[in-house]
């Protein structure tokens, strides 16, 4: 009987422990990573007091700092769910701003090809886009041109930008070929984003101008790149 008991005793203690082997040895399941952390992967981090952003006529050049890594149509509706929108999107850069509110820089189409950069602002919390801004662009056809650039600005948590843009046109391209006239225009803003939104605070240019010279300065020279 002792004998007996004994079998069943060890016999028990091999089962018990070819069921924990069995347990250990099974895989759990991955756990599925959040919408931020999927775009994530292929945004480099950035680190800035502040970052110029501008555009090019050349998007495709490795030398252009914003060129970035394409999107395919699944990670790009994470940012924008527009169908027509998700064959050109790349990501450029990434960064903080506090510790719920991610900032991705990413260049999107534009007109006729992906030649603006725009940021997303991404609550990790929500999970989703919560703002938008276009940062830089550039456009030209028959007469008319216009290009656009955005230093990006951290200050106090707060994310905060300047931007100068201008745009042309060309009489020639009308009816008058002896019509040399060339009108331009030129814009200037200021603009923080609050809570879920990119608020204007000015587009005063003389202020502008004067209180922000040498970016301004700097921007002047990327626009006409």
């Known amino acids: 009987m002792q004998n007996k008991q004994f079998f069943l005793a060890t016999l028990l203690l091999l089962l018990c422990g070819c069921n ?4 250990q040895n099974e895989k759990l399941p991955e756990q599925k990573k959040t919408k931020l952390e999927q775009l994530s992967q292929f945004y480099k981090p950035i680190l800035f007091d502040t970052l110029d952003v501008y555009t090019s006529t050349e998007e495709e050049s490795n030398s252009f700092k914003f060129k970035g890594i394409k999107l395919d149509s699944l990670n790009a509706h994470y940012l924008n769910d527009q169908t027509f929108w998700m064959e050109g999107v790349f990501a450029c850069y990434r960064f903080s701003i506090n ?6 820089i990413t260049r999107v189409p534009s007109y006729y090809v992906s030649s603006a950069v725009s940021i997303f602002i991404f609550n990790s919390r929500a999970d989703s886009v919560i703002g938008s801004q276009k940062l830089a662009d550039v456009f030209g056809d028959a007469g008319d041109g216009s290009q656009y650039s955005t230093c990006v600005m951290k200050q106090n948590n707060q994310l905060v930008t300047c931007s100068y843009g201008w745009a042309s046109y060309d009489h020639r391209a009308g009816d008058d070929p ?3 006239l060339v009108d331009y225009w030129h814009n200037y803003s200021i ?3 609050n809570q879920n939104q990119f608020d204007t ?10 209180q922000h010279k040498q970016i301004i300065k700097r921007l002047v020279s990327y626009s006409y790149k």
Do not use: E, H, Q
Request: aromatic content about 4%.
């Open 20 to 23: 924990n082997n069995t347990i």
């Open 178 to 180: 002896k019509d040399t």
């Open 201 to 210: 605070l000015s587009t005063d240019s003389a202020t502008i101008v004067k």
């Open 191 to 193: 603009t923080r984003f």
């Open 99 to 104: 510790d719920t509110l991610v900032a991705l």
